[in-house]
Structures are given as structure tokens and as C-alpha cells.
């Protein structure tokens, strides 16, 4: 005995909507890390900063390829 067509459209409704959770879930989680990610690269740049090995020439090409890839990754996220 099959289903009714208003029961199996009700049944794709509800799959739907637990996708869309499911990948609004998975954008704040892999958002999460994101935001972990970047806060860990602060704190290396922050490290770099205080160290006297590290010549400013040096800290300013890790400073300036962070905020590349920062603003890339910015851009990308804004799509």
C-alpha cells in the first residue's frame, strides 16, 4: 500500500528542514574554527612581536601575509 502524495510531500517538507539545520549548524561550527584559527595566528604574530630573534622586517612580512589571508578569507565568507 503506498503513501498519499500530500504524506510524502509533508515527509520532504520535514527532510528540508532538518538540511537546513543540519548546514546552518555546520556553518557555525566551521565558523567556530575559523574564529579559533585566527585568534591562535594573533596570538603566534603577538609571540613573534615579543621575541628579539625576530627582526621587524620578518614580524612585518608574517603581519602583512595574515591580514592577506584574513581579508581573503573575510571575502570569501561574505558570499
Request: hydrophobic share 35%; glycine share 4%.
Amino acid at each position: 500500500m503506498g503513501h498519499s502524495e500530500d504524506y510524502i510531500r509533508n515527509k520532504m517538507y520535514e527532510l528540508e528542514k532538518e538540511k537546513l539545520v543540519v548546514d546552518n549548524n555546520t556553518n557555525k561550527v566551521l565558523a567556530d574554527i575559523r574564529d579559533l584559527l585566527l585568534a591562535s595566528n594573533i596570538l603566534r604574530l603577538a609571540e613573534l612581536a615579543d621575541n628579539p630573534n625576530v627582526s621587524s622586517g620578518n614580524y612585518k612580512c608574517a603581519k602583512d601575509g595574515f591580514n592577506d589571508v584574513k581579508e581573503s578569507i573575510e571575502k570569501r565568507w561574505s558570499e
